[in-house]
């Protein structure tokens, strides 16, 4: 949005909510897991690592490698997110940031496959300095039309709220209250505690994954959006969080994530040392990833598991 454009109402609730997204496509194949699994911190610190070389490598004859569950993050990004298409929605998207991620594991994600996204808004609630919108996308496999994983993403357009028309906020959203727990960080010590060196490099490598977005790589747009320098996706610190999970608490075991959840509350600069705290409560890990140099929270969430897994 331009300067000149800012007395024009940013964003028409009624037209938003009313929009229709084409189906979009998603093929991959095993390079593009292994890349993934790559980007979000695999083998980083140990090349021969037990729990994580079959994500990037047939392991001792294994016919295809693993796919981590929140690879299924990526099939959003098909062509692109499409909020630029949505009708009477105007923000400056070098103000969006991810705000929240939702994730259902219907089926373990296949090593390759050609994928089918239903795209819808599932919610669009004005913050009065932010609109919040979350898009909801079910994948299916293209062959079968079986349903593998349902995405939540919730987007924060910083500076484009107060559209409300009542001096209610306005707050729409299509699913139930109760699907998307409210997480506490437990006050006792947690169950596990993990430390991992994100490198300077991290973004440009995760970014081959398929979000392009030039916050991540560009000094320049990272300046303009408020931060000293690029930072790292939202989706890479989620991904790092869960391997870790996986690792220590599912001893590896990757099929054992039903549901993923995570808040973003701070920006992560690459070259940061993150550390992830794990609480295992029955078949829920609450989690909470800090950032060591700073001191600070990062990310905090959930990970549902199929069954209680014991440490
Ligand atoms: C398909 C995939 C789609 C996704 C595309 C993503 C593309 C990527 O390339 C982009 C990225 O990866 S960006 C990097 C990752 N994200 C971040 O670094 C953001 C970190 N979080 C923040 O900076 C702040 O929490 C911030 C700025 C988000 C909010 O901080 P404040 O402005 O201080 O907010 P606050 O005053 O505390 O709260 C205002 C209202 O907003 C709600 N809220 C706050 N943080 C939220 C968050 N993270 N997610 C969702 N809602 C959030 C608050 O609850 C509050 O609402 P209410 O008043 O009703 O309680």
């Known amino acids: 949005m331009t300067s000149s454009d800012r007395s024009a109402p940013a964003i028409d609730p009624d037209l938003v909510i009313s929009h229709k997204f084409s189906e979009t496509s998603f093929c991959y194949t095993e390079r593009d897991a292994a890349l993934y699994a790559?980007?979000?911190?695999?083998?980083?610190?140990?090349?021969?690592?037990?729990?994580?070389?079959?994500y990037v490598y047939h392991r001792n004859g294994q016919k295809s490698i693993q796919v981590l569950p929140t690879f299924a993050a990526l099939f959003p990004f098909a062509e692109g997110l499409g909020l630029e298409k949505v009708s009477g929605l105007q923000y400056d998207p070098r103000l969006l940031l991810h705000g929240q991620q939702y994730i259902e594991i219907f089926r373990p994600l296949p090593s390759s496959g050609s994928i089918v996204n239903k795209v819808a808004i599932a919610g669009l609630h004005d913050k009065g300095k932010a609109t919040i919108i979350?898009?909801?996308?079910?994948?299916?496999?293209?062959?079968?039309?079986?349903?593998?994983?349902?995405?939540?993403?919730?987007?924060y357009l910083r500076g484009s709220g107060g559209f409300s028309s009542s001096s209610h906020p306005y707050s729409y959203k299509t699913y139930p209250d109760n699907q998307i727990l409210h997480v506490s960080v437990p006050?006792?010590?947690?169950?596990?505690?993990?430390?991992?060196?994100?490198?300077?490099?991290?973004?440009?490598?995760?970014?081959?994954?398929?979000?392009?977005?030039?916050?991540?790589?560009?000094?320049?747009?990272?300046?303009?959006?408020?931060?000293?320098?690029?930072?790292?996706?939202?989706?890479?610190?989620?991904?790092?969080?869960?391997?870790?999970i996986i690792k220590c608490i599912c001893n590896g075991e990757q099929t054992t994530v039903r549901n993923i959840f995570g808040r973003f509350l701070l920006h992560v600069y690459p070259g940061e040392t993150l550390v992830i705290e794990m609480w295992l409560e029955g078949s829920r890990v609450i989690y909470q990833t800090k950032v060591k140099e700073?001191?600070?929270?990062?990310?905090?969430?959930?990970?549902?598991?199929?069954?209680?897994?014991?440490?």
């Open 294 to 311: 700073r001191n600070r929270a990062v990310l905090s969430g959930y990970v549902l598991l199929k069954h209680n897994s014991s440490l």
């Open 38 to 54: 790559l980007g979000v911190g695999a083998c980083a610190g140990d090349a021969v690592d037990e729990k994580e070389l079959n």
């Open 187 to 244: 006050k006792h010590q947690p169950s596990v505690v993990y430390e991992d060196t994100i490198q300077q490099s991290q973004a440009l490598l995760y970014r081959l994954s398929g979000d392009y977005n030039p916050l991540h790589a560009d000094p320049m747009i990272a300046q303009a959006a408020g931060f000293a320098r690029p930072i790292l996706h939202g989706l890479c610190t989620l991904g790092f969080a869960v391997r870790a």
């Open 134 to 155: 979350e898009l909801e996308t079910t994948s299916y496999l293209k062959e079968s039309g079986e349903a593998l994983c349902m995405n939540r993403s919730t987007i």
